[in-house]
């Protein structure tokens, strides 16, 4: 009964917190009349936004919290902390499976087909210090308000596109915890 409220804990806590936390790194997404352009676009908007840096960062913050969350769950169960060969097991499990680069193709696509490349133009030249005319800023809107759809997309995206790391950390702190209850025997 316990094993299992840990385990129904753990992967409500973690998957889609994780997933969320990567995505808000500021995409907006696409709906194209030229798809091969607008995913031009869209990989020039994902290079101006700098969204492979965040996108790390953010998951740096996303694998630390969860090795947190671990370690003070067996240390609260064993008095003992996580060993440091389990620790860098989950931190590569979840480096590996949410890498920028096994999900930049698809954000991409995502863009290209949330936004026109008007739209993508408007945000390249946003953050680009670039001023939008006024004439365009009824377009800038759309496209912002485009950003939860381009949210839920990229969210879905990269369950499809992952590995269950939960799993694996489970059967790894599992196995590190029968060994600690053996040598209390």
């Known amino acids: ?5 840990i385990r129904t804990l753990l992967r409500q806590l973690f998957r889609r917190q994780f997933c969320y936390q990567i995505i808000l790194v500021g995409f907006l997404g696409v709906a194209t009349s030229s798809f091969a352009d607008s995913l031009t676009y869209a990989n020039k908007l994902i290079r101006v936004t700098n969204a492979s840096k965040s996108f790390e960062a953010i998951a740096e913050q996303q694998i630390n919290l969860i090795l947190r969350t671990y ?4 240390r ?4 003992a902390d996580l060993p440091m060969d389990i620790r860098d097991l989950i931190r590569e499990c979840y480096r590996s499976e949410y890498s920028w680069e096994k999900f930049e193709r698809g954000f991409a696509t ?3 087909q949330r936004l026109d490349e008007n739209e993508l133009k408007n945000l ?3 953050h680009t210090a670039k001023s939008i005319p006024p004439a365009q800023i009824p377009v800038f809107k759309e496209s912002i308000e485009k950003a939860g759809s ?4 990229s969210i879905d995206y990269m369950i499809l596109n992952s590995d269950n790391c939960i799993e ?3 059967q790894w702190i599992r196995a590190y915890l029968r ?3 053996a040598s209390f025997e």
Do not use: E, P, W
């Open 71 to 74: 370690r003070g769950i067996v």
């Open 110 to 112: 995502i863009l290209a």
């Open 124 to 126: 390249i030249d946003f």
């Open 76 to 79: 609260k169960s064993t008095g």
């Open 168 to 170: 694996k950390d489970a």
């Open 179 to 181: 060994q600690v209850n």
């Open 1 to 5: 009964m316990r094993r299992y409220k």
């Open 150 to 153: 381009i949210h839920a997309d």
